[in-house]
């Protein structure tokens, strides 16, 4: 466990209306979110659409985060990918802008995959990588939950160095803290497991509400440290979950898009497909549950 | 939420070697656990086999429970039935002889029923219920969750005072704390969440661990009302997450019944099919997660 | 395999608005079954709603079908339950009140049972049995497949003669047809599946909509022995498949039983909870369908 | 419908023991597969591991597919990615080197994305599409269905002319016979679903099993053309049925890639991660299987 709790944002990448990168309104972004507290930027995580990103954009949104961060903060960039060649490439075009570390999803189109199979995959990814890693559990996109095996094998490579779990199973959550030596970083990333993940020894949270409700991450944070678990709930109940129970309903991008977007952080709440843009009803709905 | 933490046992139900129902060793059985310091008994659920006993053999195993507890501590029956007049029938039983509470869980060969088909089914069984009930969501055995909508409708009713929640998935738990009254009692049954759920203000833990290992249970909840998480999660981790994962891998009836056969609690470690009693290497690796 | 095809009907139990069991209509009903052309009657099974009777309405609906069926056609008689004390008993009454076999479901509380031991169960209930059995295969109410190295371990047990599959899953449904032996019959449960299973080799169907569109079945079997596969075609996809959707969408004992009541052929709609009875616009678009 | 059947291997993609794609081999292996009676080839499918591949691997694979097929078969290319604009370059590649058509799966990171957002990703990449499109149905590795509708919808396109499903599941298989016009293409890609699929429609298959056994799946369709069901049913299960689950169990691209080098037509059976190479036990039982 490390010594004090770690909260990173998964940045969004804001998107024009015509849905072209728009890496200006990126800068003010990071701006704002290093002002609100926040100790790390996630960019072309699964909140910040990677997956719909073109190996350009890909770069460019990572230097742009890394530049507007100016060191402030530090910044682990997504570099998720199905092919070893193309993850190894991203790797080093993050090395290349600075970023500080890697996040990296097992491959999304494996289906169900063997722990030696990925265990594997992430062997060949990050032998002599240039950064430190940081492996990525989310079984809700990729299709299957990274084992429990092959995490605890991995955890031993020079270059892992932690994991953001974002399946909400607090039993695997679980399982990992306890079958990862005390330094491997255990971070949380389904927001509404916040608050019990804190009390089960989590090392951090990188958690897409961060852009919304930061002082709430911050509360709760604050509170279980105090020993004060009713302070925690409150904070985690009254604020957290709300806004929560609206994204997984409507998609994580697609609301803390179109909330920025009321708060006038971005100029749009633009998405890319498979993702709908929010629009009408949701859009009331999302504001009634903000304010 | 309740004024103090209440542990419940989901007593297994004792077997002879041929299958038969063993009621002098749940007599035994029941007073070893009041003197381990357990603050309920739950004959008839899941852990008890309810489902493959015959209606004579439920009647009796809830009367012995009745009887050898003695007013000790009080007794929740498991009342489970697919049909509303099974269901009523085992309720006033339950009542005749002399059961506190019961335990009702939704209908199990119902595949994906809508929440008001759900409500519907509690409502037919509950009204004018002779005691107070519990619902029990248990996904993996009924087949899907008790939908959070519908618990926080039935809620309101007369007869219902809690619900146990066996699924394991926190944020189902977190909603139902949140979408519930205060006085609705919120019970933890999933053994692997003992510690974030006390941290997020569950009411009480009726788990199948606290058969064999119920003082790491009171460890866990001492120390989190104490404040003190970081002795929390040492109990949770060290002793009660190694027999739970052994469980959720060969079963929780027959691991149970094979742990008390070890410690020489039950005469034998029988179940009944389609369970599979616990023999040979699985046994010899459950003697060396227990000693 | 058979040498005949064999179409059955799952026979929804008529229910008074009240919900009381309307046997006078179960025979009138019965008659129309046998008029229309069926080979067989199959009362008590998931569309008869057999999990929500009582053990004595589940007596009276066997010997009501039984004794309107009159000998012009056998009787198979859903006996499901959980304990195997249970369906030993339902198969003894199904046996006095004059059924030819029973249909028996895996144990429906059981979760992710073994191989070995839903193979136990049926064993315990079916050593010795006074009627040959059916097994009965149906994962979305059961909430697992009945293992096919089960299924072929039974077929050679002196009591079992077939299975029903209504899973739906046609790879399954092949590998019992290539594991088993030549005379153990299978038969479709799945109204959707019913052309290409005929043209697998099954043995038979038993399918909810021959109370609704009984023609269409016996011209399907008709056309694949004839070779006529586009006639074939024409049939499933026209006739079945729009009604067959419908069901799935909206519930099959509901859907039925609201098709025979828009027919006259039941007084009312009513089913179970946690099943909803059909009404409103959901009526209406059945209504379109079916004429 | 097309008016002959049509069978197409999606071939795959021969490596060296190291790993590194062996081009040689594809075109020794493209010369086989033309002699062996094939319709048509589909490199950089599923079976041709196209997620593992980098850009450059993935065109050459394609050229070289087409080079040498030498216009005695067509050429489908598989383009699979989850970014509009790298699809897109996948599609001007293809069509560059000289492919027929392109095979397009979903976007594979999407989770559960609604039909809408299906249906416009899929027009994103196809308007004013160079080539000819084939949808591409494949949840066990998406980890969602693409939903009728938006297949409905799509097959109005100018660019679309088909789908190739290999979800297994019949159901949705006959939806798409039924929702689709006639001469919209839909292609069975499940080994085991070939002779039912024959028997309801299709108008062809995309089998990676026949790289193994090609005179099976020519005798089916020939058996099921001239009205003789049960000659059909001896092939499919004596030949396919057996090898589809070793496949099944073990993974078809290292399945199919052993079996060749185990016949020698291709040089080494290696897969890359997260797949495992079939080697020991494993290897010999197909090998049984084979034989």
Known sequence: MADS???RCPVVTPMNEDGSVDLDGLETLVDYLVSSGIDGLVPCGTT???????????RAVVETTVD??????????????TAVGEVRRHVSEAEAVGADSVLVVPPYFGGQSSADGNEAF????????????YLYNIPQTVGQELQ??????????????????????LTYFGDLLRRTPDDFEVHQ?????YLPS???GADGGINALSHVCPDAFHEVAEAVAGGDLERARRHQRETIDPVFEFC??????PSVKAALAHRDLVDSGTVRPPLDSLRGEAFDELVTVLD
């Open 5 to 7: 709790f770690d909260l």
């Open 48 to 58: 910040g659409e990677f997956s719909a990103l073109t190996d350009e954009e890909r």
């Open 68 to 81: 507007a961060a100016a060191e402030r903060v530090p910044v682990m960039a997504g570099v998720g990918g």
């Open 122 to 133: 992430f062997r060949a990814v990050l032998d002599d990588s240039p950064l430190p890693a």
């Open 148 to 169: 429990v095996d092959a995490v605890a094998e991995l955890a031993d490579h020079d270059s892992v160095v932690g994991i953001k779990d974002s399946g909400g199973d």
């Open 189 to 193: 990333g389904w927001d509404a497991a």
């Open 198 to 200: 804190l009390a089960m």
């Open 248 to 253: 997984r309903d409507h998609g994580f991008a």
